[in-house]
């Protein structure tokens, strides 16, 4: 381990993307007098009878829930991408717009309201995965579908606007930025090297061991190198794999499994219900084979040094470049000794 | 007007950093059960003796602030970037490092503590620019900095620490992702064209006259075609001018002018002392003439809907692009009213 990288300010490459990430090691002990988040340790019920994604309860849109035993997923009532949207270019002059259609659902990951992916066993959490291979594969086959986004936004700190568990799936007819950089930067590096970019880095970090939260037989759960938020991890499959799809129920149930321990961890730091952005990029549903795609889930939570203290992505972040005060390396000895 | 992009869902294009924005115009009336942000309309004292930004009171360090009667300018006591840091470049298979050194200043607009600079006059902002233009110009001359970021982060959902007015300046040698982009396009531009890619733009939006908050005759005030934030706006030289550097006395007077009518406009839109990062992006500090830059003045207001109700930037958008409900044009009619 090169202990500049502990000691003084330096800049670190994320591969996947091509852009840079500010890391300040001695920062790591400034004062904060800024703003405190609250914080709410309080039990949820089982059920809530105002909570549109309890099962049996009525949506805004009228539509009724059904009784659901474990994963219910719907369309968005509210969706930011239209299906049945016009197609049209704007080029004007400097003015550049074009239509993106798509459609947007809403996945439960569980009847109980009360839970999180946390609470959960990772056989309940297959389920999930499950259905998220399912949406996938319906998705891919719609012809104005080229990329399918499955995120969760967990705790009202990360915009979610219901406690009840739950992510999302937005798909649309082109690439979104982040996933066209990251979509290049495999390429170059396959057509290059004839083999996968995160696939070497993967045999990197599992040489080097300085990363690695947890692994089992198909899944690596490690602090990526270049992570910007505080408590970033990534999940990676040990086979390239462009898509979730060609994970088998036992990998399906290994990846439940990182996630379960991966989540888990993440509450006990601080004693919380940890909140987070997570998502899973992967290869686009273009009909290609894409074999520069290697599929992974990241996860992207805020909190910096206690359930009340996060890191805001402002100011210098916002018109430079993302900054980090503890590194990954730190970060990730603190999640290891939860596991 | 193109009546589309106010009805269906569609993308919109970022010439300067060659990334969309996807736009969903139907969305806006959405409901919000999410967080609430904490509004405080309190009035602040003049003066707070436990604040380390007012005159005469003493810092963490144990230095003691003059007492300055305008603008104050200090380097960071926790200052993100070091400038007697050692250079280091890793390159180690795909762990990619490089040392980065910097100085990191603080500049205290007022020494009421009271004020942010939509409650001062165009005669005193103006000192702030003229502050602005010595830091940049001493900084320019040390030749291990490249590069100066200029920004403001106010109101506490904004990361801001203490509610002092106060802005900072984060200078380093190398660009940052998002200068770097702009570096890149303009340059483009300019190679291909031989002239302003941002000049060429505003010409555009003159002539239009359909997102211009307000101009004088050195400034214009507009909400940017790609604009991310639900109120996002820019402030930008109508002569082309690579830094801010070349600005005369009175041109200095009219773009405080412009940010006066800008932030007062912000306040007034949900009677709250409105957040907002702000910061300038402009030429880097290379020594080359950088014919390419057209500098401006950039805000990013996370307010949506209320002095309560924010925009969250998660999910989605951290995974794939930036996500907007009201439009550029519909947000510039409701700014232009409170002009
Ligand atoms: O420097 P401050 O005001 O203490 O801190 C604030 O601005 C910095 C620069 O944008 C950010 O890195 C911090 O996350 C934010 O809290
Ligand atoms: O769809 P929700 O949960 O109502 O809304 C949340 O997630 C969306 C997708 O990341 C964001 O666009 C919203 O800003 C956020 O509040």
Known sequence: MNTDLQDYSHKRLNILTGEW?????????????????????EKRPSYD???????????????????????????NDFAALQSDSKTFLVEDGLMVAQSETGICKVICF?????????????????????????????????????????????????GCSNPHPHGQIWSQSTL?????????????????????????YLTQELEKNERIIFQNNDFVVLVPFWAIWPFEAMIVPKKVQPDILTMSDNEALNFAEA????????????????????????????????????????????????ASVK????????????????????????LRELI
Chains 1, 2 share one sequence.
């Not at 930025?177 to 696939?199: A, I, M, P, R, W």
């Open 21 to 41: 990430v500010l890391v300040s090691p001695h920062r790591a002990k400034r004062p904060w007098q800024g703003q405190n988040e609250v914080v709410s340790n």
């Open 259 to 306: 996630i379960a321990v991966l989540t888990k961890a993440y509450d006990k730091l601080f004693n919380t219900s940890f909140p987070y952005s997570s998502g899973i990029h992967q290869a686009p549903t273009n009909g290609q084979a894409n074999n520069h795609w290697h599929w992974h889930m990241s996860f992207y939570p805020p909190l910096l040094r206690s």
């Open 49 to 75: 009878e105002s909570c549109y994604l309890c099962a049996g309860n009525t949506r805004i849109n009228g539509e009724i829930n059904p009784n659901y035993q474990d994963v219910f997923v719907f369309t």
């Open 176 to 200: 979104p930025n982040e996933v066209d950089k990251k979509n290049t930067h495999q390429l170059n590096y396959f057509n290059k090297n004839n083999s996968s970019l995160l696939g070497d």
């Open 110 to 158: 569980s009847p109980d309201h009360s839970k999180s992916l946390a609470d959960m066993k990772p056989a309940e959490i297959q389920k999930v995965v499950f259905a998220w291979q399912r949406e996938f594969k319906e998705l891919a086959q719609n012809p104005n579908i080229n990329y399918v986004q499955i995120f969760e936004n967990k705790g009202a700190v990360m």
């Open 311 to 334: 890191k805001f992505m402002v100011g210098y972040e916002m018109f430079g470049s993302p900054q980090r005060d503890i590194t990954a390396e730190t970060a990730v000895k603190m």
